[in-house]
């Protein structure tokens, strides 16, 4: 057996954590799955160009798919911190960083990680 390469690593865990976002959403459809499935794909390429990059890889997953489901559906995720008012979507940060979190740029906070956002929505969590 070969161990796996840091990189896999990070790609498998970035897959899992936006796939866990998604699934708190309830927006886990099978052409959603093959956006991040794509990302994954794309992303790949993108760090064996830039191996220090490795680390911003669940944040660069995360903004591709919130990317491709704005083409195709609308706003994801939104935010379940602002009650009233227009929907608005939750963004990335860092944009290129480690440790990406949900944030809410309106009310000025940080919802929740990447691949945490159950706990922020209420949404049904594995512990």
């Known amino acids: 057996m070969h161990p796996i390469s840091p990189l896999e690593q990070a790609l498998h865990a970035a897959r899992a954590l936006v796939l866990a976002d998604l699934a708190a959403g309830e927006v886990a459809a099978a052409d959603v799955v093959s956006m991040v499935e794509e990302s994954?794909?794309?992303?790949?390429?993108?760090?064996?160009?830039?191996?220090e990059g490795v680390e911003y890889v669940a944040?660069?997953?995360?903004?591709?798919?919130?990317?491709?489901?704005?083409?195709?559906?609308?706003?994801?995720?939104?935010?379940?911190?602002?009650?009233?008012?227009d929907p608005h979507a939750l963004d990335v940060e860092?944009?290129?960083?480690?440790?990406?979190?949900?944030v809410c740029h309106k009310a000025g906070v940080k919802v929740a990680a990447v691949g945490t956002l159950a706990s922020a929505t209420g949404g049904s969590s594995s512990s």
């Not at 944040?59 to 994801?76: F, H, K, N, P, T």
């Not at 290129?96 to 949900?102: A, F, K, Q």
């Open 40 to 51: 994954v794909v794309q992303r790949r390429w993108w760090v064996e160009q830039w191996p």
């Open 59 to 85: 944040g660069l997953v995360a903004q591709d798919v919130q990317d491709a489901l704005l083409e195709a559906y609308g706003r994801w995720p939104l935010c379940p911190v602002c009650g009233g008012g």
């Open 94 to 102: 860092p944009e290129l960083g480690p440790d990406p979190h949900w």
